[in-house]
């Protein structure tokens, strides 16, 4: 499965940004996805996770309450709202997809996944 990611940009602190992460390939909801951040000079770092079908979330303790995970499996396409943005947040934004049946443990971390998009920056600026 091929993914791309899409939406990044410059935005103020508190403002609002919606990611997109359009699949192509197989068939979409045969996977669980996941977001994942890299700061500069920093390792990837996991924002959230979506189950194949839609009905687990789960977010870093950093971004709980401000981002939100869903998923239109019809557009094989996983969205990242990401709402009262902060300066930190400021990274380069990562979809994954993982095949194998998991948990939301292990979906938190980057090694479960087989397919990467390419980034997209996100800056905040205080």
């Known amino acids: 499965v091929q993914l791309q990611a899409s939406g990044g940009g410059l935005v103020q602190a508190g403002g609002s940004l919606r990611l997109s992460c359009a699949a192509s390939?197989?068939?979409?909801?045969?996977?669980?996805m996941g977001w994942f951040r890299q700061a500069p000079g920093k390792e990837r770092a996991f924002v959230g996770s979506n189950s194949r079908s839609g009905g687990t979330t789960d977010y870093a303790d950093s971004v709980k309450g401000r981002f939100t995970i869903s998923r239109d499996n019809a557009k094989n396409t996983v969205y990242l709202q990401m709402n009262s943005l902060k300066p930190e947040d400021t990274a380069v934004y990562y979809c994954?997809?993982?095949?194998?049946?998991?948990?939301?443990?292990?979906?938190?971390?980057?090694?479960?996944?087989?397919?990467w998009g390419r980034g997209t920056l996100v800056t905040v600026s205080s």
């Open positions: 390939g197989r068939s979409f909801s045969n996977y669980d």
């Open positions: 994954a997809a993982g095949g194998s049946p998991t948990t939301v443990t292990m979906r938190r971390n980057y090694a479960y996944y087989t397919y």
